[in-house]
């Protein structure tokens, strides 16, 4: 069946370095794809998403390109901030069995030091 | 608009108790979703409703686990009798129209402890 598979965290940086988190799909057909972030005590919430091949979804400084040849889905930004210490979940759309329904990946988490 | 809500955010409750744990979606959202978090298995879904109608239960770990949707506005997830494995953050959410390209919203979670 569909799959995501991510980069072990945790990933800790300094303030103001490069991030990316690797993330790599397995999927039959033609998944949409998305990155969501859990800070703290609190929910999943959407970061950004790509619904085709060579889409590029963008948020708060965040990237990642919908590569089908690659079947990836890397999550970058150019420079961290403390603010974005949490944890990172890509996730694909399952289309299996004719209803649809998020695969998440295990989670990497993020710790940005000042 | 006040998000997926969920109660209680914490529940603490013995062996062998029930649990209930309840969600408000949000409003106008067709899709409702239960999810379990835990460090050894991350993310899974449970259950997922369709219109009030429960689409696919496959995820449900067994017979112990039920869940309702009675109306467009409420969710319970119930547990019993309830055992310490089944300790998790159980996640709630919500989204309209194909789940395929809309935001699923969560709720805040209920972090459950089985002693």
Request: proline fraction near 6%; aromatic fraction near 12%; include cysteine.
């Amino acid at each position: 069946g569909d799959s995501v598979t991510q980069m072990e965290g945790p990933v800790t940086l300094s303030e103001e370095a490069f991030l990316t988190i690797n993330c790599t799909y397995t999927a039959t057909g033609y998944p949409s794809l998305f990155w969501y972030v859990q800070y703290p005590g609190e929910g999943l919430q959407l970061l950004l998403k790509a619904t085709k091949a060579d889409d590029k979804g963008s948020n708060k400084g965040f990237e990642a390109t919908y590569r089908k040849e690659t079947t990836s889905f890397h999550l970058e930004k150019g420079s961290v901030q403390v603010s974005d210490s949490a944890v990172y979940f890509c996730a694909l759309s399952d289309e299996t069995g004719g209803y649809n329904k998020l695969i998440f990946g295990a989670g990497t988490r993020l710790a940005v030091h000042p | 608009d006040a998000g997926v809500i969920q109660s209680p955010r914490h529940e603490v409750t013995e062996m062998g108790q029930e649990v209930t744990l309840r969600c408000k979606p949000i409003s106008g959202h067709d899709y409702l979703f239960w999810y379990r978090q835990t460090m050894m298995r991350g993310l899974e879904l449970l259950i997922y409703f369709n219109n009030n109608v429960p689409i696919d239960d496959s995820g449900m770990p067994e017979d112990r686990f039920s869940a309702k949707m009675p109306n467009a506005s409420f969710s319970t997830l119930k547990i019993q009798p309830s055992e310490p494995r089944d300790s998790a953050v159980y996640f709630c959410a919500s989204t309209i129209r194909d789940p395929t390209t809309d935001t699923q919203y969560f709720g805040p979670g209920t972090r459950l402890t089985v002693l």
